[in-house]
């Protein structure tokens, strides 16, 4: 499986992004995709996930502000991100998990600052 991702950028304290990642390849029916981020000095950590059936976890610091959603017939999912905080400044990751294999996709970077 192939994850490419788009989106992410620079965006003033409040603003708003728009992440998108798709996947290709063989890509399972049953299966989880979702983004993780990083930051400088910090493990990376789940932001938001959702099944294929649209069930969503979200990571706490980031409920009520991103919003995760996916399209199965084109193997996409996006990540909506509003209400931005300087902290919320990291390389974000697209994931793509089935019952048997998990991939990454290359990061890509959010910057939160004015």
């Known amino acids: 499986v192939q994850l490419q991702a788009s989106g992410g950028g620079l965006v003033q304290p409040g603003g708003s992004l728009r992440l998108s990642c798709v996947a290709s390849?063989?890509?399972?029916?049953?299966?989880?995709m979702g983004w993780y981020r990083q930051a400088p000095g910090k493990q990376r950590e789940l932001v938001a996930r959702i099944s294929s059936g649209g069930n969503a976890d979200y990571a706490d610091s980031v409920k009520g502000r991103f919003t995760i959603s996916r399209d199965n017939t084109k193997n996409t999912v996006s990540l909506q991100m509003s209400s931005l905080k300087p902290e919320d400044t990291a390389v974000y990751y697209c994931?793509?998990?089935?019952?048997?294999?998990?991939?990454w996709g290359q990061g890509t970077q959010v910057t939160v600052s004015s």
């Open positions: 994931a793509y998990g089935d019952d048997y294999r998990g991939y």
């Open positions: 390849g063989s890509v399972f029916r049953n299966n989880h």
